[in-house]
């Protein structure tokens, strides 16, 4: 069962991140039913003023010895690049590593998850970071299986999330398992949050349009993007760039890294969330206004590239849905 929780916190804390775990677990809501945890937040460096990711000195009371018998071991994350031009803090390490051996569970919030790559933890299994630091999580631990798509990952006993927010919703989970889907209501509902998030972190993800140059596939790109609510096939665009069907599909690929088709897919679907983030247009209109037509082809796009449908998209980013 999860009573004791353990954050470890390094040099420089992320607050938010800090702040998600605390908040959820080490506050007192016993009189609204939410049982009480045994909450401690451990350094290599007890009683040490440590700097924070925004200027704030934070004091961990306990020692790493607080952690040798907790439940949960959270690591709440700060900077990749700290964690990059540094040896980790082999005692914190070791701290995770003995979590796991005994029994206990570990989790990451944000860019906790490159600590638990360092203790080896994430190696043969599924994970999550901030979608900005993905492909540096892989990089960096070519064994882990690091997933953009996901707001967090639980592979046995290793709960990482994805950037900030996200490990509300992991922690979330971890009360929901354990304790059941009223007991996690009623901290959502204190925290004024949804209980459970539908999709995943690639709604929020940055999609801009190439700007590197592509030869003489540039000046199609840019017309194409001017007029994406007109109709277009590999022939019509070969056309338009001078060349055969096949040497305009093998350049594309080769300069663009996708097909035509995947391309022009995703540059509507962008279009698509533009529209919904600052127009109140209804959904067919946005479809015809993206080159997707109806509705019902928009939503089927939107939902497989995002994990979300336009409706659940407006929602979290303008909290509209009458128009969707």
């Known amino acids: 069962m999860l009573r004791t ?75 990749t690049d700290a964690l990059a031009d540094g040896p980790a803090d082999e005692a914190v390490l070791d701290v995770l590593r003995i979590a796991v051996e005994r029994g206990a569970r570990v989790l990451s919030v944000c860019s906790g998850a490159f600590t638990l790559g360092a203790a080896g933890l994430l190696d043969g299994r599924a994970c999550a970071t901030h979608w900005r630091y993905a492909a540096q999580l892989a990089e960096r631990h070519p064994l882990a299986s690091v997933d953009l798509d996901v707001l967090y990952v639980e592979d046995g006993p290793v709960v990482t999330s994805a950037g900030t927010a996200a490990g509300i919703d992991a922690c979330l989970h971890l009360v929901r398992t354990e304790y059941g889907s009223e007991v996690a209501n009623r901290i959502a509902r204190r925290m004024v949050v949804p209980p459970h998030r539908a999709g995943g972190q690639r709604q929020f993800v940055e999609a801009p349009v190439p700007t590197e140059p592509c030869d003489g596939l540039q000046d199609v790109m840019d017309w194409v993007i001017e007029h994406l609510d007109e109709e277009h096939s590999v022939p019509s665009l070969a056309a338009r760039a001078t060349m055969s069907e ?22 509507r679907v962008l279009r698509a969330r533009h529209l919904l983030e600052t127009t109140g247009l209804d959904v067919e209109r946005i479809a015809q206004r993206s080159g997707f037509g109806t509705a019902a082809v928009l939503r089927h796009h939107f939902q497989r590239q995002l994990g979300v449908a336009p409706l659940q998209y407006r929602r979290t980013f303008t909290g509209d849905s009458a128009s969707a």
Request: aromatic share 8%; glycine share 10%; net charge negative.
């Open 5 to 79: 929780i353990a954050v470890v916190i390094q040099e420089p804390v992320a607050t938010f991140e800090l702040g998600v775990l605390c908040e959820v677990f080490g506050i007192d809501r016993t009189d609204d039913g939410v049982p009480a945890f045994d909450f401690r937040v451990c350094s290599s460096r007890p009683g040490e003023v440590l700097r924070s990711t925004t200027g704030i000195g934070i004091v961990a009371p306990n020692s790493l010895d607080a952690a040798l018998d907790a439940d949960l071991v959270a690591v709440p994350g700060g900077s």
């Open 246 to 267: 096949r040497t305009f599909a093998r350049r594309f690929s080769q300069e663009v890294g996708t097909t035509p088709h995947q391309w022009l897919t995703a540059q």
